[in-house]
């Protein structure tokens, strides 16, 4: 089976500048017959050498197609405002130029693979052909979810952002193709009944989303003091929750605190979270900070509990699931969980409030098999349901059930 694939951005092995791993990870252990051609606006400006890595790696040709000459003035020329006359998001009015697309089309692929919510207006370009449209998430949703934030709603210049950018993602969505020869994936289920609602009689499916590379083989035993993470850039994903969490350690009982403090020893792995880590030492843990981490897998494994304080979001959290598929006991909230086929107290551990965590880090300290024997099981469902080579069968099985 040929595939073209066409795409935002250039997929790499981890998200280089935007979400460019998801379509690596549903390449790279594809059906053998499966034989794929990438176009790519290249928009995360990944370098020739990389572009020549992922070749290598992936066993595809990769094109790279010129940004429209309008879309480079609006952000070299800084004319982003324009946005505020546009009835749809900015990146939807990229299409695949003639040339290319001329190009694809005389190829006769057997299937068009398009990734990125916003080439809508370009999978048209292809109509006749069969196509599947990775999204991967619903933008639509994920401000909606926003704008019911604490933290947004009492910050009018993220609300307003959020007011401004909702309803072009829902007007994008309501007037996505509903036809015979075309499939949305997406790798949230909520994101998926959200589309549906937006565009009934479309066909949009979920599936699981494959976890990345894997770098712990076997399960783990925690260290002693149990080495806690916190992984990804201090932003509103995570603010609200982390927030809390701090300040509830900062203000336990002296003695939670000193067995807390005495038995942990906590590591933010990403930028700002300079503050946190600033009052926690002064009060007494044993805390560091890593900015930014050559080889994140490797990073990853060298520790044992992984808090994912996540107050918003759509789909699947890919730093979530490369902790459990690397084999450690997972903290979190709904949110950090979402789409991810873990089951509270028996692969992760769910808290429904962020002051819970803290309770939650006490029990682990008085019952550690228990706690091992929940991250063991949580990289098991996590290798079985999120294995690449499943998953990808999956998606490509959709291109041949489209007539």
């Known amino acids: 089976m040929k595939i073209a694939a066409i795409t935002i951005l250039t997929p790499y092995r981890e998200n280089y500048k935007g979400t460019s791993a998801l379509p690596y990870h549903l390449m790279v252990h594809r059906p053998d017959d499966v034989e794929i051609e990438i176009y790519s606006f290249n928009n995360n400006r990944l370098s020739a050498e990389k572009i020549r890595e992922v070749e290598n790696e992936l066993k595809v040709k990769i094109h ?172 509103y994903y995570m603010k609200q929750d982390a927030d809390e969490v701090v300040n509830c350690l900062l203000h336990l009982k002296e003695d939670d605190k000193n067995l807390l403090i005495s038995n942990y020893e906590i590591t933010f792995l990403g930028r700002g979270w300079e503050r946190h880590v600033e009052s926690l030492k002064n009060d007494g843990w044993n805390v560091n900070q890593i900015s930014f981490a050559p080889d994140y897998i490797e990073e990853i494994t060298k520790h044992d509990v992984q808090l ?25 909230s709904h949110y950090a969980m979402e789409n991810i086929a873990v089951e509270d107290g028996k692969s992760c551990v769910i808290y429904k409030n962020s002051s819970e965590v803290c309770t939650i880090l006490l029990s682990i300290i008085k019952d550690k098999p228990k706690y091992e024997d929940i991250a063991a099981h949580g990289r098991e469902a996590v290798l079985s349901v999120h294995g690449r080579r499943r998953v990808s069968e999956m998606l490509f099985n959709f291109f041949r059930s489209l007539r």
């Open 64 to 235: 790279v197609m010129p940004l429209p000459i309008w879309y480079k003035m609006v952000f070299a020329l800084h004319l982003l405002f324009i946005r505020l006359f546009l009835k749809y998001p900015i990146h939807h009015y990229i299409t695949v130029p003639k040339g290319y697309e001329k190009i694809i089309k005389d190829g006769m692929p057997d299937g068009i693979w398009i990734y990125g919510e916003e080439l809508s207006k370009a999978a048209k370009q292809f109509m006749g052909f069969r196509r599947v449209h990775t999204l991967p998430d619903s933008e639509a949703l994920y401000y909606h979810r926003m704008m019911g934030t604490r933290f947004v709603m009492n910050d009018m210049k993220k609300y307003f952002r959020c007011a401004f950018m909702y309803p072009k993602f829902r007007h994008m969505e309501r007037d996505f193709e509903r036809s015979e020869d075309i499939h949305y994936h997406l790798v949230g289920e909520a994101d998926t009944e959200f589309i549906k609602d937006m565009a009934p009689g479309i066909q949009a499916h979920f599936i699981h989303h494959p976890h990345y590379e894997i770098s712990c083989q076997e399960d783990k035993l925690f260290h002693t003091p149990v080495r806690l993470l916190v992984a990804g850039q201090y932003n």
């Open 308 to 332: 994912a304080p996540i107050s918003i979001g759509t789909g699947t959290k890919g730093k979530v699931l490369d902790a459990l598929a690397n084999g450690l006991l997972v903290i979190g």
